[in-house]
């Protein structure tokens, strides 16, 4: 697993998007079991208790779940997954719409630029 830290955001913020990533992605599918709190921070090169503080983060919000002395795994919740997807779906919608207007682009030349791009692959 490789995560590519910024300097503005708090390094579990970071790891919580990236697990959000995984999960849209289809990488992390429902009831994956998943890297030790331990094995993460090894990973990622990150203090233990940032790993701690991502996954007390990622099981309030319902991400992933822990049982007892069993390893987490990610929740089966269609609901929950698929509010993942749209939150960052809405996150890089806002991003573009932020920009196209600060620099004063109407939107259908935008979209249309967009739907090239996209459909270009890159």
């Known amino acids: 697993m490789k995560v590519k830290f910024n300097n503005r955001d708090p390094v579990y913020v970071q790891v919580i998007r990236h697990f959000k990533e995984q999960i849209a992605s ?72 932020h920009s196209i207007r600060s620099i004063n682009i109407p939107i259908h030349e935008a979209l249309h630029l967009a739907k090239d791009k996209y459909e270009e692959g890159n």
């Open 26 to 97: 289809g990488y992390f599918e429902p009831g994956q079991e998943i890297p030790s709190r331990r094995e993460l921070a090894n990973q990622l090169k990150i203090n233990p208790n940032t790993a701690q503080r991502a996954y007390k983060e990622m099981e309030e919000q319902g991400l992933i779940l822990t049982e007892g002395n069993l390893p987490s795994r990610i929740s089966k919740d269609e609901q929950i997954l698929e509010m993942v997807r749209e939150e960052l779906i809405l996150e890089a919608v806002d991003a573009f719409v």
